[in-house]
């Protein structure tokens, strides 16, 4: 149960008095809104993650297995997640794709026992355990993510990555498990949109997404999560901030143009850049920043040039105008939720381009206006919410 269904119902509590009948009903409800009060605390004052522990490590030897440590978590229902012992974990290797280890909250039936005119015996305990488990999908219940492998295919085994950061096929990847906290000021999805006809066959600015989403995770009371990349053949969901990054020309296709125009609809912010990684010549970018902002006239949107006073310039960071790109002074422009920005703000979320590594000062106030991007886009998506439900 959310949130917000849970602040939907009222808080019911026994009223003790002298002769009242404590029988079973009367025991249960008195014990469920103790519940009730916890889980409301847990989810209103906590995020969902790993609280304490539950570390994952390959299994040494090598093999399909994995090692998880004990620890404390919290899901996104208020459960309380505990695992006393370390538990050894295999995946099945035999397909190709992303395994996601979660852990999920279950109760179980302890100590059963018979009962006076009762046909069945009763548990006299509710044990309050969990279940490990691989999915090749995140699951729509309840859950927390202890770490997931890009598995490459059969005969394969696990290991550890010996990069954090990098982790390569049949490694245990952790950089997207939350780790639980006071409760997000707000939520930050933040995805990447592949370009078919790029000319390196690389979706751009996936680094440097990852990138922002740790800093919005390490420096704000924000929680940012990294969505991967985002299809615009199909609806978008659980993104805040869309990336949309190249230097080719491309065309906004019917389905495209519906689901961007649903996604604005409800807050969402698109953020197309020039990426002038690996480019040759100082107009690389110029087919891709005509196709952009000819996507943006399509979408009803004009864009100009951002003023000082623009919410993108103080959503947490001051800034009283654009921070310099990559190649100086960048042309920022924005309207309704469509930003443009030929700065390629998103190498350098990453460090700068592999060929030319940024300054420390470039670096900072790059992500410092990246920062202001995801969170102005989680802002704009609460208020047209509240204006939705309103309406």
């Not at 491309?250 to 990426?275: D, H, P, S």
Request: a negative charge; one cysteine or more.
């Amino acid at each position: 149960m959310s949130l917000d269904d849970m602040i939907k119902k009222p808080l019911r509590r026994l009223n003790p008095y002298r002769g009242l009948i404590v029988d079973v009903s009367t025991w249960s409800d008195a014990h469920d809104y103790h519940r009730a009060q916890h889980r409301l605390h847990t989810v209103s004052m906590h995020s969902p993650g790993v609280v304490l522990g539950l570390d994952v490590v390959a299994w040494n030897p090598p093999d399909n297995s994995v090692v998880i440590y004990s620890g404390v978590a919290l899901d996104s229902e208020g459960h309380t997640i505990i695992v006393g012992e370390p538990q050894r974990f295999y995946l099945q290797m035999a397909e190709q794709g992303t395994a996601y280890i979660v852990i999920r909250y279950r109760e179980v039936a302890d100590e059963m026992a018979d009962t006076p005119g009762e046909g069945e015996p009763q548990a006299r305990y509710i044990l309050e355990g969990y279940t490990l488990e691989e999915r090749r999908e995140l699951p729509d219940e309840a859950y927390v993510e202890l770490a997931r492998v890009e598995i490459s295919g059969a005969g394969t085994t696990i290991s550890d990555p010996q990069s954090y950061r990098h982790p390569q096929a049949d490694q245990i990847d952790l950089r997207h498990r939350m780790i639980s906290g006071p409760h997000a000021l707000g939520e930050v999805g933040i995805g990447v949109v592949p370009l078919e006809n790029a000319d390196d066959g690389q979706t751009r600015h996936l680094a440097g997404a990852q990138g922002l989403v740790r800093a919005i995770n390490s420096t704000t009371g924000y929680q940012a999560a990294f969505k991967g990349p985002i299809s615009l053949n199909e609806e978008i969901r659980d993104c805040h901030m869309l990336l949309l990054a190249g230097r080719e020309e491309f065309t906004l296709t019917e389905a495209w143009q519906e689901v961007l125009q649903t996604f604005l609809a409800r807050g969402g912010v698109l953020v197309g850049e020039i990426c002038g990684a690996g480019a040759k010549g100082a107009k690389a970018g110029a087919p891709f920043s005509d196709s952009y902002k000819a996507m943006a006239e399509r979408l009803d949107r004009t864009l100009s040039p951002l003023s000082r006073g623009h919410d993108l310039f103080d959503a947490y960071h001051l800034f009283a105008e654009a921070p310099e790109g990559i190649n100086g002074t960048p042309e920022l422009l924005e309207n309704d939720g469509i930003v443009f920005s030929d700065g390629d703000y998103g190498c350098l979320w990453d460090g700068g381009r592999p060929d030319a590594p940024a300054s420390r000062a470039s670096i900072r106030a790059a992500v410092e206006f990246g920062i202001n991007l995801g969170i102005y886009s989680s802002q704009r998506i609460q208020q047209h919410s509240v204006l939705m439900y309103e309406h």
